[in-house]
């Protein structure tokens, strides 16, 4: 018999306060599954890379902690978090989290339609509207930044569903969009069908140099989708070691 350790929660908290009234035309973005904030090194390594940063998109983040402060009080950033599980023992809950230099006009968060094997929990996405600066064009005013964490160890139908839960989400937005996250993609299957879906919805994926790595059965996990921006600057952290996923650090510029 399987203890219970975890319990869905698919909650939503926000936190912090943004000091800026629009995104643009310039964003500076990081990507990072932080990994549960287990490994020593992380606060510190944390609060470098979100320097100066306008977009910051967390999977594997953590809620009821010590590093609650952080986003609490951060007058940086607005931080929204979709939580889908908490664990019994500690009360702590683990989702996706979004920063952002702007607050969210709107958000959207939602679990995955199944759980993972044995501890049955769910992979959440979420997804907001930040406003944007007025750059002459016919580009919307918003731009739709959605923040995944795809399911892992499950059939390819079960993948496959919850990437029509992003499809519903990106459904009707016709401007600038980001998507971003750890989608799991370790096998040919799972790859071929996230691309058809960006593929849909007109989504350019962020080229970037890095290397395999063999926990990730030497596949790229963590993946950024755009429309309407060019991508000007891109660096992996590969000298950061505090999770066992990279960061990711883009500059991005929206197209007219």
């Known amino acids: 018999m399987i203890t219970q350790r975890y319990r869905s929660v698919e909650s939503l908290t926000l936190m912090g306060n943004a ?16 990994f549960k904030c ?13 320097h100066n940063k306008d977009l910051i998109l967390l999977q594997e983040a953590v809620l009821n902690t010590p590093f609650d402060n ?4 951060s007058l940086q950033h607005q931080w929204i978090m979709a939580s889908s599980f908490r664990n019994l023992k500690s009360n702590i809950e683990t989702g996706v989290k979004t920063g952002a230099s702007v607050a969210a006009q709107s958000q ?24 944007l600066v007025d750059i002459g064009s016919t580009t919307a005013s918003s731009l739709l930044v959605i923040n995944a964490h795809l399911i892992n160890f499950v059939a390819i139908g079960k993948f496959r569903a919850h990437l029509e839960q992003i499809s519903h989400t990106l459904q009707g937005h016709n401007g600038p969009i980001v998507l971003a996250g ?3 993609t370790w096998n040919k299957k799972r790859l071929a069908s996230f691309n058809k879906l960006a593929a849909e919805y007109s989504l350019q ?44 650090s883009l500059s991005l510029q929206l197209t007219k």
């Open 182 to 184: 750890d989608f799991n």
């Open 19 to 34: 000091p800026k009234q629009a995104l643009g035309p310039n964003i500076e973005l990081l990507l990072w599954n932080v």
């Open 205 to 248: 994926q962020v080229d970037m140099v890095r290397q395999p790595r063999l926990n990730h059965l030497f596949r790229h996990l963590d993946h950024v989708y755009c429309r309407g921006f060019e991508v000007t600057h891109v660096q992996v952290h590969s000298d950061i070691h505090s999770s066992d996923h990279y960061p990711i």
């Open 38 to 50: 287990k490994r020593k090194g992380w606060q510190k390594d944390f609060s470098s890379l979100i």
């Open 108 to 131: 959207y968060f939602s679990a995955s339609e199944h759980g993972e094997p044995l501890t049955q929990t769910k992979k959440m996405l979420l997804a907001i509207e930040y406003p």
């Open 70 to 73: 952080l986003f609490h009080h």
